[in-house]
């Protein structure tokens, strides 16, 4: 009683997301909501501290600190 009815699960990811987006920002604490609306998420403060970028955990978007924003 063997079957050779195997099923393959093929995670093919369905909606591959676009390339994560880059957004320079002028502070080094942003905060993200993921755009607003349907698409959006609840809406979180990040800090990137000395790294210079952070990225945002719900959405993927990255934060980068944009040049000669430090402290002016
Ligand atoms: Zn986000």
């Known amino acids: ?3 050779p009815n ?4 093929v995670d093919t990811a369905p909606n591959a997301l676009p ?14 909501d993921g755009g607003g609306g349907a698409l ?4 979180v403060w990040y800090d990137m501290g000395d790294d210079g970028f952070v990225e945002c955990g719900y959405c993927d978007r990255r934060f980068v600190l944009k040049d000669g924003a430090d402290g002016h």
């Open 19 to 32: 390339a994560p987006e880059v957004i320079e920002v002028t502070s080094t604490r942003v905060m993200c």
């Open 1 to 3: 009683m063997s079957s």
């Open 40 to 43: 959006g998420h609840p809406r």
């Open 6 to 9: 195997e099923k393959t699960l």
